[in-house]
């Protein structure tokens, strides 16, 4: 048995300094939960108009006569000097983006119209201010709202790739901690950001941070719990994190101001900051297998204190040599040209090659549909805090259903039918905008739930469908190939909105149905490449 294997071999109780660390881990996993989604609310757009000073100083404009066009346009105040088009699914609205030239009469089609050159009208719930009416991130600027999301995105890929490389060189614990720190530090100054510039780069030190975090203290909690309950800490810390996730609706109903939302958030993470100093120690498996033995001996000896269980000293020193010998075959491999396997390896080996690109491919598919339904809450119709609330609250079943779904059917034929009944969803929800709003919103929800699904089967079966000292590998290529797709989503989804389409006036219905069978493509595509190509692992005992 390896030293790593021996390493905890006399602390496999579950005790005090486990309780401790998991617990603080669940509690920065709550706070961390709403971070991923806070754009949702950050760059919503509400409905508007061009700012007209005759109508709008001192509000004399109904809300009624605002946001619904009245059949009759002659008894309309704000139609002598907004035009009207055909907005989303035939219905008539406000022109978003322009005004005409000069006041006129309803039905005049001689007058000339401009761009909204005296700023906008914003029609939101009470006290409601987004970072998009606060910095005019519509018409002209319209493409800087899913840039925000999109930013996120990139530091998610950011992190992906660098979190793992960092925590690696230079220990769990201090890249752990640097990524909550900067987590901290970015939500807090993003609440006080005087420009949509500085929005932008903080939101991708937010995604950067909050990856690292959850991909870090993952593998930390692996380390330092016993094998028997590794499996279940390790996803119960996903779970934490979804049900930190179904906070944000409530939290953004509460705190309708960006800023306000931003600095709560920031707050929590502050809060979680001093006992995750204090409680969260370096893993002693990579003290060891890093060389740095005294450290390790002290750290086993603390942990044995505080779980009250009798370190035994022969075996830490027995531990050091292991050390020693397995420098020693390193050294040896080197000598007689034995290579570590790397990255290349899973190109240049034809079977892991076409696995990686299959298996990449279908990474990428999932990030569009996951991230895609998600970041569509606001697009849906109906109440958009209850609306998010619905789609984040299913992921919970939707990880119990796929890890019984693996358990019972195998991982090709779940991911078949997660991903095919999805696509359908997907596929049904523009047709169902013509029908009724809530019939949109279920239709989002169940493929929510399936996308989520699929998302946990991917993390599940990667791994077996590689060598043990590949796995970790294709778990990298996979999630930073993928990110790319999550990165174009939310520009898939800014393209139109509910009160503008950067497309011109009257494409949102056209652009949705392109957008959803994009959506549901990606799903069969990936679907069926994978159950072509890829073998059936249920039951099977996989070699290293």
């Not at 905890?8 to 989604?37: C, D, H, M």
């Not at 549909?369 to 919970?396: C, D, I, P, Q």
Request: hydrophobic share 45%; with cysteine; glycine share 8%.
């Amino acid at each position: 048995m390896s030293a790593h294997e021996n390493l905890l071999a006399p602390l496999e109780k579950f005790g005090s300094f486990q309780t401790r660390v998991v617990i603080v881990a669940y509690l920065t996993a709550i706070v961390v939960g709403p971070n991923i989604w806070m754009t949702v609310f950050v760059v919503y757009t509400p409905p508007h108009r061009c700012y007209i000073p005759e109508l709008d100083d001192g509000n004399k404009t109904s809300e009624v006569d605002y946001v619904v066009v009245p059949s009759n346009l002659s008894n309309s105040s704000v139609a002598r000097y907004i035009p009207v088009v055909d907005g989303n699914l035939q219905k008539p609205e406000w022109s978003s983006c322009t005004r005409y030239n000069e006041s006129t009469t309803a039905g005049q089609g001689n007058v000339g119209v401009v761009s909204c050159d005296r700023g906008w009208k914003y029609m939101t719930e009470e006290n409601v201010i987004t970072a998009v009416s606060e910095f005019d991130l519509v018409c002209d600027k319209s493409w800087l709202a899913p840039l925000v999301p999109s930013c996120l995105m990139f530091g998610l890929m950011a992190g992906s790739f660098l979190g793992g490389i960092l925590a690696d060189r230079f220990g769990r614990k201090k890249v752990l901690l640097g990524a909550l720190v900067i987590m901290c530090a970015s939500l807090s100054i993003s609440a006080f950001t005087p420009s949509w510039i500085g929005l932008h780069v903080l939101t991708f030190f937010i995604g950067l941070g909050g990856i690292a975090r959850t991909s870090i203290l993952t593998i930390l909690l692996s380390e330092i719990t016993p094998n028997k309950i590794r499996y279940k800490v390790t996803v119960a810390h996903i779970l934490v994190m979804a049900v930190g996730s179904c906070m944000l609706p409530l939290m953004a109903f509460l705190l309708p101001n960006w800023r306000h939302l931003y600095g709560a958030v920031g707050l929590l993470h502050f809060l979680v900051l001093f006992p995750s100093f204090i409680v969260f120690e370096e893993s002693p498996r990579w003290l060891l297998e890093n060389g740095k033995l005294d450290e390790a001996r002290n750290l086993l000896q603390k942990i044995a204190k505080i779980n009250n269980v009798k370190l035994d000293e022969a075996k830490l020193l027995e531990l050091g040599r292991d050390r020693e010998t397995r420098v020693n075959q390193e050294a040896e491999k080197k000598q007689s040209g034995r290579r570590k396997l790397s990255y290349l390896d899973l190109v240049r080996v034809p079977f892991l090659r076409r696995r990686i690109i299959i298996l990449s491919i279908a990474w990428l598919a999932v990030n569009v549909s996951y991230y895609g339904v998600s970041l569509a809450a606001n697009n849906l119709g109906g109440n958009r805090y209850l609306t998010f609330f619905a789609l984040v609250s299913v992921e919970l079943p939707g990880h119990i259903l796929s890890y019984f779904t693996i358990r019972k059917l195998g991982s090709r034929v779940a991911f078949m039918i997660f991903s095919s009944v999805c696509g359908v969803f997907i596929l049904a929800v523009p047709l169902l905008q013509t029908v009724d709003d809530n019939a949109v919103i279920v239709s989002n929800v169940i493929g929510k739930l399936l996308a989520t699904g699929n998302f946990s089967l991917l993390y599940a079966f990667t791994g077996e469908l590689f060598p043990t000292l590949l796995r970790s590998q294709s778990y990298s290529v996979c999630s930073v190939v993928s990110r790319p797709s999550s990165v174009l989503v939310p520009f898939l989804l800014g393209i139109v909105s509910p009160h503008h389409s950067v497309l011109g006036d009257g494409s949102n219905r056209h652009w949705c149905r392109c957008r959803n069978v994009l959506f549901a493509g990606n799903q069969i595509t990936a679907n069926a490449g994978y159950y072509g190509r890829c073998k059936i692992t249920k039951q099977i005992h996989l070699k290293s």
